[in-house]
């Protein structure tokens, strides 16, 4: 028993529950922001905390079915940040939906630990379980607006087709069980390292494609991401969009990289096809959006997509241009939601037609969106651009020319629909002229999301490195 | 001296941080700050030359900006640093000689805009990006300085973005440069991945012994890709003309003088990868040649000052291109010495112009000879050396390129460039007649504009005069130094006069003044009756041979129409019949019905039926 490894989940669960029960003897902490303070001082030390947890494969708890390898580490840490940014970005937007605020803070930590628990998982059972926790959680959150019949209805289908995907998965693992006898991660590529190959593992894959495409939102199992990213409040949707895709992906990263790596040969046609079929759903229909939720969801669906050439490339350097792209791709994302928070805070709606003229109401949100929007195009001197070049670059030099020259293609009609938000945001005049008020602490997620897009751009060095090593101690 | 070099792009980037972070409420000061540090960059761009022309020696610095290694070995390295040739320095000082005096300018232009810092500091943030393109010394750092200058071109284009036309013109202008930098991005990971290097000195050293092999045709095509979207050659030269929208002092630096020739240095740059493949060089020939016929055309029918200088200068980039494909680097890069001068000139007199009439169709101003008589007649000396006139700056560059021309045994394209002379006295000289002589045409109450305008005018002037004379025999008797010498190390080219070719490029520059003269000066012959007796092509030319309709028609309907059948599909099909699931939330027995729904059934489906899909794929 090696408590350290599972330290920061148990860290997450306390303060969660610290938050509730302080709810339960102060009803006034429930309603004010006190708890989302307390969330934010919680997580900035869990943050501090991480750097100084060892991590290697050595680092296991009940028989290796839990591991603190670089890769977990790294991405508790993207989480721990997401949480940060997320619950900062809430404590103004919640006023008029809520009266029970301290519930949604704590909730925000259950999501948590169920990504830093699939992030650990070296074993099925721990990975399924670490993903219901995280999937119920985020129910509840993006049903948290309870007057709004959209936040109601964008839960509902969330857990509905929730249940739908995890039952796909679960198929998945039983055939992997049946199979194999074994669960654990290492135990299942041991056996199919000795040769013995059944039609039915390609079924396995399969299911677990789906079920796992589900969550990071690959074409075809993306219809729910519009709705429930529309639905969900904003803080939230941008939550899903960074920490639930990004948990999404280590469960990818190390089911692919790891347990089927032997059978490269047969889930990457499929996968080839499905990153296709997603660069080509999401940008495209993206143009057609009018909702700036909606269009960032597609945004998200299409980001999906770049990140998978990565897996496709299937080599140490196609792993670590993943990270980093994970890690602008939460700073691009956070900033570009805060934007939208701070949108709604002051206007109450979120379409795109919303913007108009906003380069006279506030200049600072327009350079905040500017910055965004162009990293998530890939634009430089903003880190889209380098993640982007990274993952192409390892792409062409693995011998996917064709998928690499897509992908481009295909950014570039997203750069056509990043121009027209901002397009709608620099040009026209609005009738209403009033000036934009946005609070201190979603300012400052702004600023920091902002500049690290540009630091992460202009010295891309450091983050490269940090990216490289993680990938190298996991291949 | 060399080792001061970074500073050059430095200063401007220092100014556009000051600006940003401390001037931007003091206008003047802002305006002061970028002017002197361009001043510096200019100085310190002439030392560098003079430098280079005394000493002829490369300098290359670098630092490994992002270095990926794996298994102990490189696998990707990023280098930014500075190659400090003839070529770089002679560019650095065309461009921060310009972006000086349009600096200058723009504090008389700009008085009293909203903006005043804000434009300032773009400016500033354009001269760091177009510096920190020149002095590269490899593919990557020009592709990522590339982007940039783009980017700085979109703000530019829509300073004035509460004006949906410039809003819409700087998102064309971004666009069309994206898909040729689509080409260019690919083209250089390309060469990355087959040479393994983004540097021009290394990838020189290997490109030479794989002339005419197939990789190097598909890689030189993709990276001229880039060189196209840029330069606007044909089918990307749509943006030109529309980015004229941006301020007109924008238009002369970046439309006109720097950042539409960066394309051309890129090919100059990059000259041995294009130059080792025929077939690229005869590509490169034609678009240059073909851009420089098709845009004079259309000019010949514009109504806009701005825009008749736009398609001049898509003109006159195309005959730069043709230059280099033709394989004479030196008459490429001389042409776009001089034409910067003479075509900055033209942009900031049509500014002093604009500034004075408040108005941009030619047809509303004339009489302005004795009211602004410097803005004129410096007009006219840059009208004259773009019409290619003896002595002018102009003459001796577009007589270099007619000479290579035929010496390369272009015929085809020496008579194309011949006419082009002709089409460009003709829609200059009617500019000219209609616009600045005769009659007031409109109540223009047009006046002088302020010293800080005119002196950018006047030594722009000068410069168009004697420019050209550093590639003339007489200059290299006097001091042993042609063009040539400013872009290479090795004995100059002696210059000679042909005079058969200069006669005839002369003929048809005079040509073209004297129909200007009869149709729009005498009116001996009606213009508005010609227009009616070939009224179909008048039309077509009107209407810029409707390229931008098509590229409208595809992206509109195509790209938009596409997303829009997808989204259809994606939603309102597969979303089943049900729009308000909102609605029946409210009504009892809500989980029971929403079953029935359609949407969620339908989603469920997708998934089943992709599974399904990829399951009869898989155990095929």
């Known amino acids: ?475 | 001296m060399d080792q001061f070099a970074w500073l050059i792009p430095t200063l401007p980037l220092a100014a556009f941080l000051i600006i940003v972070a401390l001037t931007y409420r003091f206008k003047l000061l802002s305006a002061i700050v970028a002017t002197s540090f361009s001043l510096g960059s200019l100085i310190l761009a002439i030392s560098i030359l003079i430098q280079k022309i005394q000493n002829p020696k490369t300098t290359e610095t670098f630092i490994n900006w992002l270095t990926i290694t794996a298994n102990q070995q490189t696998v990707l390295t990023l280098q930014m640093g500075y190659l400090i040739d003839p070529l770089a320095a002679v560019m650095c000082l065309i461009v921060t000689l310009i972006a000086t005096l349009v600096l200058l300018y723009s504090i008389g232009y700009m008085k009293g805009d909203e903006g005043f810092s804000r434009y300032f500091a773009y400016i500033s943030l354009f001269t760091f990006s177009m510096l920190g393109l020149v002095i590269s010394n490899n593919y990557f750092q020009t592709f990522v300085f590339w982007e940039l200058v783009g980017l700085c071109s979109y703000l530019l284009i829509g300073f004035w973005f509460f004006k949906p036309e410039a809003a819409d013109a700087s998102k064309k202008a971004f666009i069309t440069n994206r898909w040729a930098d689509f080409g260019f991005l690919v083209g250089i990971i390309g060469l990355f991945t087959v040479f393994g290097s983004f540097n021009f000195t290394e990838l020189s050293a290997v490109i030479g012994l794989h002339q005419n092999t197939l990789v190097l045709l598909i890689l030189g095509l993709l990276v001229f890709l880039g060189p196209m979207g840029k330069s606007a050659m044909f089918p990307f030269h749509v943006w030109l003309p529309d980015a004229m929208e941006g301020p007109t002092p924008i238009s002369a630096l970046i439309h006109a003088a720097t950042m539409v020739a960066a394309g051309i240095y890129l090919v100059a740059r990059g000259y041995i990868l294009f130059a080792s493949v025929d077939s690229v060089m005869i590509v490169i020939a034609y678009i240059g040649g073909f851009t420089a016929l098709f845009a004079a055309t259309i000019a010949l029918v514009q109504r806009d000052i701005k825009r008749i200088l736009a398609f001049s200068t898509l003109s006159q980039l195309g005959y730069m291109m043709m230059a280099l494909g033709v394989g004479s680097m030196t008459s490429g890069m001389f042409h776009l010495t001089t034409h910067a001068f003479f075509k900055a000139l033209l942009f900031l007199g049509a500014g002093s112009i604009i500034h004075a009439v408040h108005d941009q169709d030619i047809f509303n101003m004339g009489g302005l000879v004795k009211k602004m008589p410097i803005t004129v007649w410096t007009f006219v000396i840059g009208s004259l050396a773009l019409s290619g006139i003896f002595p002018l700056a102009g003459f001796w560059s577009k007589d270099e390129i007619l000479t290579v021309t035929l010496q390369h045994h272009f015929t085809g394209l020496f008579i194309l460039g011949t006419l082009v002379a002709f089409l460009t006295a003709f829609y200059m000289f009617r500019l000219i007649f209609i616009a600045l002589f005769g009659d007031k045409r409109s109540n223009h109450h047009a006046h002088e504009s302020s010293w800080t305008m005119t002196l950018p005018l006047l030594i722009l002037a000068i410069l168009s005069i004697v420019a050209g004379l550093v590639n003339t025999p007489w200059f290299y008797q006097w001091t042993g130094m042609s063009f040539s010498t400013f872009l290479f190390f090795k004995e100059p080219e002696i210059p000679v006069i042909h005079w058969s070719i200069a006669g005839l490029s002369s003929l048809a520059a005079l040509g073209g003044i004297f129909v200007a003269w009869i149709i729009y000066a005498k009116q001996h012959i009606s213009a508005d009756k010609l227009a009616e007796r070939f009224k179909g092509a008048h039309t077509l030319l009107l209407n810029k041979y409707y390229i931008d309709e098509l590229y409208g028609w595809v992206f509109n309907k195509g790209m938009i129409g596409l997303g829009k059948v997808f989204n259809f599909i994606d939603h309102t099909l597969i979303d089943g019949f049900f729009d308000g699931t909102a609605t029946l939330i409210r009504s009892t027995g809500i989980q029971l019905r929403l079953f029935q729904t359609g949407r969620l059934q339908q989603y469920a489906l997708v998934l089943f039926v992709a599974i399904a899909a990829m399951t009869i794929w898989g155990v095929r």
């Open chain 1, 1 to 475: 028993m090696n408590i350290s490894v599972v330290s920061l989940e148990l860290a997450a669960l306390s303060i969660g529950f610290l938050i509730i029960i302080f709810g339960l003897i102060f009803p006034s902490f429930r309603s004010s922001k006190t708890g989302g303070y307390l969330a934010i001082i919680g997580l900035l030390s869990m943050l501090i905390g991480s750097f100084f947890l060892p991590a290697s494969n050595t680092q296991t708890f009940i028989n290796a079915f839990y591991v603190q390898d670089d890769l977990a580490l790294f991405f508790k840490q993207l989480f721990i940040l997401a949480a940060i940014f997320i619950n900062a970005m809430s404590l103004h937007y919640l006023k008029p939906y809520t009266k029970n605020k301290g519930d949604y803070f704590a909730l925000t930590f259950f999501a948590l630990t169920g990504m830093m628990v699939m992030a650990s998982a070296a074993e099925f059972i721990t990975l399924y379980i670490g993903l219901e926790l995280m999937t119920f959680t985020f129910v509840l959150l993006t049903a948290y607006k309870k007057q709004d019949l959209k936040s109601g209805e964008a839960g509902l289908k969330y857990i509905l087709l929730s249940a739908i995907s995890s039952g796909v998965l679960l198929y998945g693992l039983s055939l992997l069980y049946g199979l194999t006898g074994k669960l654990d991660f290492a135990g299942i590529s041991s056996v199919f390292s000795l040769g013995a190959t059944s039609p039915l593992v390609v079924w396995a894959i399969i299911m677990l494609l789906s079920g796992l495409g589900f969550k990071i939102a690959l074409v075809p199992f993306h219809m729910w991401t519009p709705d429930v990213y529309e639905g969900a409040p904003t803080p939230i949707t941008a939550f899903l969009a960074v920490g639930s895709k990004a948990a999404g992906f280590i469960a990818f990263i190390r089911v692919f990289f790891h347990v089927f790596s032997v059978y490269t040969s047969i889930f990457m046609p499929l996968l080839i096809t499905l990153t296709v079929l997603t660069l080509l759903i999401g940008n495209l229909i993206a143009l057609a959006q009018t909702h700036l939720k909606r269009f960032l969801a597609y945004s998200s669906i299409a980001h999906a997509g770049y990140i998978l050439l990565g897996v496709i490339a299937y080599s140490k350097l196609g792993l670590s241009a993943i990270l980093f792209y994970l890690m602008l791709y939460l700073f691009a994302n956070i900033g570009a939601f805060a934007g939208v928070t701070a949108l709604v805070i002051n206007t109450g709606h979120d379409r795109i037609a919303d913007l108009t003229g906003l380069w006279k109401r506030s200049p600072f949100l327009s350079v905040i969106f500017l910055i965004s929007l162009l990293s998530l195009a890939g634009i430089p001197p903003t880190a889209g651009f380098i993640g982007k070049f990274y993952l192409f670059t390892e792409a062409i030099h693995q011998g996917y020319l064709w998928l690499a020259a897509l992908a481009l293609g295909m950014s570039l009609v997203a750069i056509y629909y990043y121009l027209m938000v901002l397009r709608t945001l620099l040009s026209g005049t609005n009738e209403e002229t009033k000036s934009f008020i946005i609070p201190f602490s979603l300012r400052l997620v702004m600023i920091v999301s902002a500049g690290m897009t540009l630091v992460i751009g202009i010295w891309p060095g450091p983050f490269t490195d940090i990216a490289l090593r993680i990938a190298q101690s996991f291949l």
